[in-house]
């Protein structure tokens, strides 16, 4: 019964159009400039849009025509509110995987809404969810290569998470995998994380993807993976959530709770005779 009821109160909220998007910044790990902007679903407080991460990961959560519904009208305001961001960055939005099939039989509609909203589809990176079945997987990879054909480009969520990713990472061949925020967590204090997320962005390099570090919450974990020459970051210390109107105000360079723009500057140990690393 509790199902049916939160299933109905998202039908009726998304009929009512009670939800907006987020937009949190992923920078650029050697410059500290965004490189792209993740849009996030917002909604009212005590209803479950509030709660997206149970929405789209919680498996059966959602009926299926309700959760293709869901991430149609993400997909959507997330172009339309997103269209004001810089130009030269992307544009990454969460889809589940069953979702694209229907974005692949419906292309045109999809091309459409991006002639309305004047987005270069070379801007878009789309986001597959981690919860994707692997039972999927051959078909939604046929489908992904019409949408490449398009300069649509794609990233794994979640990856390292308990979630089948390397099934994932050998269909999908990605463009960007998005490394779960645990393994950044005091990401500074363990040599074991630091060579676990080298190794993962070599192999992804091997394979023509880019890693991006989730979950950077402190200086000392962004200068370790700046150190770590991953190229990607995003995190709570990089850039809280807001409208997209927030980040056309100046350069979108200001991180860290002070506000003060930082650039990352290699630093220099004693212990590898003042060389850089």
């Not at 909203?117 to 801007?123: A, C, E, K």
């Not at 190794?199 to 890693?211: D, K, N, P, Q, T």
Request: proline share 5%; charged share 20%.
């Amino acid at each position: 019964m509790l199902k049916q009821a939160e299933n109905h109160q998202v039908r009726e909220l998304l009929h009512r159009g009670f939800y907006s998007m987020a937009f949190q910044p992923i920078r650029e790990t050697h410059t500290a400039r965004p490189f792209g902007f993740e849009a996030l679903l917002r909604g009212p407080a005590d209803t479950p849009l509030a709660h997206p991460q149970r929405l789209f990961h919680e498996r059966a959560y959602l009926d299926p025509d309700l959760l293709l519904n869901l991430d149609m009208a993400c997909l959507g305001a997330a172009l339309r509110a997103g269209r004001v961001l810089n130009t030269s960055t992307k544009l990454f939005i969460n889809i589940h995987g069953t979702t694209l099939l229907d974005l692949v039989a419906n292309q045109n509609d999809l091309l459409a809404l991006l002639r309305e909203v004047h987005l270069d589809p070379s801007r878009l990176v789309l986001e597959i969810s981690e919860s994707t079945e692997s039972a999927s997987l051959v078909q939604i990879a046929s489908s992904l290569n019409d949408l490449k054909k398009l300069g649509i480009q794609f990233a794994l969520d979640d990856v390292g998470s308990s979630f089948p990713w390397l099934d994932h990472l050998l269909w999908l061949a990605p463009d960007y995998l998005k490394l779960d925020h645990a393994l950044a967590r005091d990401l500074h204090t363990s040599a074991r994380k630091q060579r676990l997320l080298t190794a993962l962005c070599e192999m992804a390099e091997s394979l023509g993807a880019r890693c991006i570090v989730e979950g950077v919450e402190s200086p000392e974990d962004w200068h370790t993976v700046c150190d770590l020459g991953i190229p990607y970051a995003q995190g709570f210390w990089l850039g809280y959530p807001c409208p997209a109107s927030d980040w056309t105000k100046g350069d979108g360079s200001a991180i860290g709770q002070t506000g003060v723009a930082v650039v990352y500057e290699p630093r220099r140990t004693e212990d590898n005779g003042g060389e850089l690393r």
